[in-house]
């Protein structure tokens, strides 16, 4: 099967029959063997019901189901692992994504050679206080952090080789850090293509501005996993030995100054309590990242290595 296209979904009835003919006329014109997954993620209006109806006309569209909403990540986690296609491709249910990028989406991984391709709506028309300008800040930061040279790393609409969709687990509300996720795993070919933006038709944002709060929070807990996960005494360890150093210092010091100056003591000057509280502080660092490489040690994939067998070798 030549492609997988994912689209999750939360209260998208309306726009459902439009998407899927859209993308049923591009496949054919195109000759691709392939599936539509439709994640309907615990959707509260009729949108399942539209998902049956459509199944049984065109039976290369696929239904899942969650039984309440469980967010993006989750969605798109569990189509990841149930796509068969060669390409996956995804893309959001809102009619803002076009079916008429696959073509192109699905030449740059089979014959450009990219692991992963992200669109990047250059253009958009959504509200520029309120989305456009929160989404610059955010992925600035976030292609400063990570080294990632991509534009707009929250688009919904991407492809992947199946190999990347299926070493990666996206969990809580990583779906905005997947091109992270995909190179810590050791996929770096990520490439970038300049998508058409097409204003909302129906319905409204299942998004608030909480989502880029979330983001950067998302995006520190994917950087210190990647970097970190695997070795935890390498953080807490350094920063607890650092600490704990300033403190013993620190009381170093105020011994030295009771022996030469016997008239005052310890206790009555302030950095007494912060050469205290260093060391202690140090200490609860240094445990954590014990407890953490025991943690680390015992986990059942402590020894996962990605492993890639060409024929012939």
């Not at 299942?206 to 996960?229: C, H, P, Q, T």
Request: proline share 3%.
């Amino acid at each position: 099967m030549n492609i997988s296209i994912v689209v999750p979904l939360f209260n998208e009835e309306e726009s459902l029959p439009e998407l899927c003919a859209w993308i049923e006329r591009v496949m054919r014109d195109h000759g691709y063997t392939y599936e539509v997954i439709l994640v309907d993620d615990g959707s509260t209006d009729g949108s399942w019901e539209v998902i049956e109806r459509l199944h049984q006309q065109n039976g290369h569209l696929k239904g899942i189901k969650f039984q309440r909403n469980y967010g993006k990540s989750a969605a798109l986690n569990e189509a990841f692992r149930a796509a068969q296609g060669e390409v996956i491709i995804t893309m959001d249910a809102d009619l803002q994504d076009s079916p008429d990028e696959v073509p192109e989406l699905y030449r740059m991984i089979v014959e450009d050679g990219y692991d992963m391709v992200s669109g990047w709506k250059k253009k958009r028309y959504d509200n520029a206080f309120t989305k456009n300008l929160p989404s610059k800040l955010f992925n600035g930061v976030t292609r400063w952090m990570t080294g990632i040279p991509l534009h707009d790393f929250n688009c919904g609409l991407k492809s992947y080789r199946k190999k990347v969709a299926k070493s990666i687990e996206i969990y809580g509300e990583m779906h905005r850090q997947i091109p992270v996720l995909a190179k810590w795993a050791g996929f770096r070919k990520i490439g970038e293509k300049v998508v058409v933006h097409q204003a909302r038709k129906y319905g409204v944002s299942k998004f608030g501005w909480e989502r880029f709060i979330n983001g950067f929070l998302d995006l520190a807990s994917v950087m210190f996993v990647g970097r970190f996960g695997k070795r935890p005494m390498h953080f807490f360890g350094l920063w607890g030995s650092v600490i704990s150093f300033i403190g013993f210092c620190i009381w170093t010091y105020l011994g030295v100054a009771k022996i030469a100056f016997a008239r005052y003591r310890m206790t009555d000057r302030p950095i007494f309590y912060i050469g205290l509280i260093s060391i202690v502080v140090g200490v609860q660092l240094f445990l954590s990242g014990f407890l953490g490489e025991l943690i680390s040690r015992n986990a059942a994939d402590r020894n996962f290595y990605l492993i890639e067998k060409k024929e012939g070798l």
